[in-house]
C-alpha cells in the first residue's frame, strides 16, 4: 500500500511532468495537430477535466455521470470509447483557454479534497462514498483517485507526445 504522502508525490510530479510538457506547446499544435482518432491535445486535456470532474462529482454526493454530461445508462454501459468521444464532442466547442482553465481548477478542487485525506480513508472502499457505486466495485479511493489523476495524466501525456512528435516528422 502506497502512504498518503507517497500517492501525493506521485499525484503531483506526474502533474508538474503534464503541465511542463503543455508549457513547451503552441497553441497551434494544441489544437490542430490530430491523432489517428482525430483528437487534439486540447481533446486530451477536456478528457482529463471530465473524468477528475466526475471523481470530484462523485465525492461532493453527486452522480459521476452528470459530471461528464452523459445519462446514467450511458454512463453505466462502461463502453468508454463511446463515452470518451461524447465528451470530447460535447466539449470541442470550448477554447483552448477555457480548457486550461477548467483543467487547472478541477485538479485543484480535487486535491483540495483528496490532499487531506489520511491512509486510513485512502484505503477505503471508495462504494463507502454515495451515490451510485456498485457494491460489486471494490477498488479503494486511492485506486479510483489514482486511475483519474497521476495514471491518466501519464497515460494522456505519452498519447499527446506521440500525436505532437508524429506531426513532427511529416
Excluded at 459530471?67 to 460535447?90: H, M, P
Excluded at 463507502?128 to 497521476?150: F, Q, W
Amino acid at each position: 500500500m502506497t502512504t498518503q504522502s507517497e500517492f501525493l508525490l506521485e499525484i503531483d510530479q506526474a502533474w508538474q511532468a503534464l503541465l511542463s510538457y503543455l508549457a513547451g506547446l503552441s497553441e497551434a499544435q494544441m489544437t490542430a495537430l490530430r491523432d489517428n482518432s482525430g483528437w487534439t491535445v486540447k481533446d486530451h486535456l477536456t478528457h482529463i477535466v471530465a473524468w477528475e470532474q466526475s471523481i470530484l462529482f462523485h465525492f461532493q454526493g453527486k452522480p459521476r455521470h452528470q459530471a461528464v454530461g452523459l445519462d446514467e445508462a450511458f454512463f453505466a454501459s462502461r463502453d468508454f470509447d463511446a463515452q470518451n468521444e461524447a465528451i470530447r464532442s460535447q466539449r470541442e466547442h470550448l477554447s483552448l483557454d477555457e480548457v486550461l482553465a477548467q483543467l487547472r481548477q478541477t485538479h485543484a478542487e480535487l486535491m483540495a479534497f483528496v490532499r487531506p485525506l489520511t491512509d486510513a480513508d485512502l484505503a477505503r472502499p471508495y462504494r463507502d462514498y454515495p451515490p451510485e457505486t456498485p457494491a460489486s466495485d471494490r477498488r479503494s479511493v486511492m485506486d479510483l483517485v489514482r486511475g483519474d489523476t497521476s495514471e491518466h495524466f501519464t497515460e494522456h501525456l505519452a498519447w499527446i507526445k506521440a500525436l505532437v512528435t508524429a506531426a513532427s516528422d511529416r
